[in-house]
């Protein structure tokens, strides 16, 4: 069983705790906000030396893959096109490439040159898929992009499976942006979305605590609304979720929503790693350290919230936990 961390346990680790805020503050003290994400983020792709699970900091993508490898099954033909926003570099894609049938072209869309190139590379070394539309830039920004640049992005009604994995925390509004990539998909097609419930994921409750301290994102009540407005939207119906349905029928894009919430968690080889990962998401874009006093307060303070606890058995022994709840949502063009 895991040794829960409560709040009389986190007093007598205080100094863990303030060695934890130091070690962060000495390692993201001036860096952009981009390179403090890189050095975030890349604590989640630590693979396990041993091979027991597909990486170190989280199980969220050895939860969805699986789902994934399902949905490509049932949605991708030989010689089909799949789109992957806000894709990354290619390292998630890579879990389940070799499930994608013969001939499959792969349009991607990533702000971040850098690893856009790197995906790119990685489609040229599979010889069983064609690569597609490519486009560095946001989402938000997609048809104004492609008509300024004169590149053609996959027509509306060309794909069988639109990709969103843990990039809609970065689009502006989130409705909108859904309606945008089922309306890439065909009759029968289906978009693959994989979100965190920040309602009571860690991510999104460092976030509340950084604004309850003073801390400002640029729009406080927006970014805490958009954490409810995902759980209405995207969250399993029968708790009050699964809106997004609705919204698409009324934009003349139906769809049958399919919704599974996977108990997902963030972990850690120290505390340090628990800090540093509170900024993999809205709080990325915030500039300065403040962000990682207010996710120290939380753990140190709040840590029944965050479920904080160190794994005492399986293939994460030793190291320290928070809950980082992801929903799978599967939306199937219906005509």
Do not use: C
Not at 142 to 168: Q, V, Y
Not at 260 to 265: G, L
Not at 271 to 289: K, P
């Amino acid at each position: 069983m895991p040794i829960q961390i409560d709040r009389k346990i986190a007093e007598t680790l205080a100094p863990q705790f303030d060695e934890a805020r130091e070690l962060v503050r000495n390692e993201f003290h001036g860096l952009d906000t981009h390179r403090q994400y890189r050095n975030a983020f890349a604590r989640l792709l630590k693979p396990d030396p041993l091979g027991r699970v597909l990486m170190m900091g989280t199980d969220q993508r050895d939860m969805f893959a699986p789902e994934l490898r399902r949905v490509i099954e049932t949605s991708v033909p030989s010689d089909g096109h799949i789109f992957d926003f806000g894709a990354g570099d290619g390292q998630t894609f890579a879990l389940v490439a070799d499930s994608v049938p013969q001939g499959t072209r792969v349009s991607i869309e990533e702000p971040n040159p850098e690893y856009l190139a790197n995906y790119r590379a990685f489609l040229k070394t599979k010889a069983h898929l064609r690569p597609g539309a490519a486009l560095a830039v946001a989402f938000d920004e997609i048809d104004a992009a492609a008509e300024r640049s004169g590149k053609k992005l996959p027509l509306d009604g060309s794909i069988d499976l639109g990709l969103a994995l843990h990039m809609i925390y970065f689009v502006n509004d989130l409705a909108t942006s859904i309606i945008r990539m089922v309306r890439f998909l065909k009759p029968g097609g289906a978009l693959f979305v994989v979100v965190t419930d920040e309602t009571v994921g860690y991510t999104g409750l460092a976030l509340k605590n950084f604004i309850e301290m003073g801390g400002d994102t640029g729009d406080n009540r927006r970014h805490l609304a958009v954490i409810d407005e995902r759980r209405r939207l995207l969250g399993v119906p029968a708790e009050g979720g699964g809106a997004i349905a609705e919204v698409l029928g009324a934009a003349g894009t139906p769809v049958e929503i399919n919704v599974r919430r996977q108990p997902s968690r963030l972990y850690g080889h120290n505390l340090a790693d628990l800090v540093a990962l509170s900024s993999i998401a809205l709080l990325a874009g915030i500039e300065g350290l403040d962000k990682y006093e207010a996710a120290t307060a939380l753990l140190r303070h709040n840590p029944e919230a965050a479920d904080l606890r160190i794994e005492d058995d399986g293939p994460r022994k030793g190291m320290w936990s928070v809950t980082q709840p992801q929903w799978v949502a599967v939306l199937r063009r219906t005509r």
